[in-house]
């Protein structure tokens, strides 16, 4: 099992990313997927998640009403749109699979983790 994260880069606040996350090795459209972040000298924190079908979707707190978390399942990929971003936003974010159709905020619910993208939001 893989997980691939993509789409991190240097932007100034208040502008946009978009994040993707490829699994490979098996499928997990039955399964929730989810982002979580670390910002330098901070502990690694949940940012959202979505469940198999995409009914479900929980955010953090920090991120509600800026970012949003999708996935293709024919593509085995999650994604995470993020607007308005701000210095705070600065981390390395990192997407994990849960092996559970329910959703998870913490790290020791998420089984599989991808190597992380750094997203660096200058003011």
């Known amino acids: 099992v893989q997980l691939q994260a993509s789409g991190g880069g240097l932007v100034q606040a208040g502008g946009s990313l978009r994040l993707s996350c490829a699994a490979s090795?098996?499928?997990?459209?039955?399964?929730?997927r989810g982002w979580f972040r670390q910002a330098p000298g901070k502990e690694r924190e949940f940012v959202a998640a979505?469940?198999?079908?995409?009914?479900?979707?929980n955010y953090a707190d920090s991120v509600k009403g800026r970012f949003t978390i999708s996935r293709d399942n024919a593509k085995n990929t999650v994604y995470l749109q993020m607007n308005s971003l701000e210095p705070e936003d600065t981390a390395l974010y990192y997407c994990?699979?849960?092996?559970?159709?329910?959703?998870?905020?913490?790290?020791?619910?998420?089984?599989?983790w991808g190597q992380g993208t750094l997203v660096t939001v200058s003011s």
């Open positions: 979505i469940n198999y079908s995409g009914s479900t979707r």
């Open positions: 090795g098996r499928s997990f459209s039955t399964y929730t």
């Open positions: 994990a699979i849960r092996m559970r159709c329910s959703t998870g905020v913490s790290e020791d619910e998420y089984d599989y």
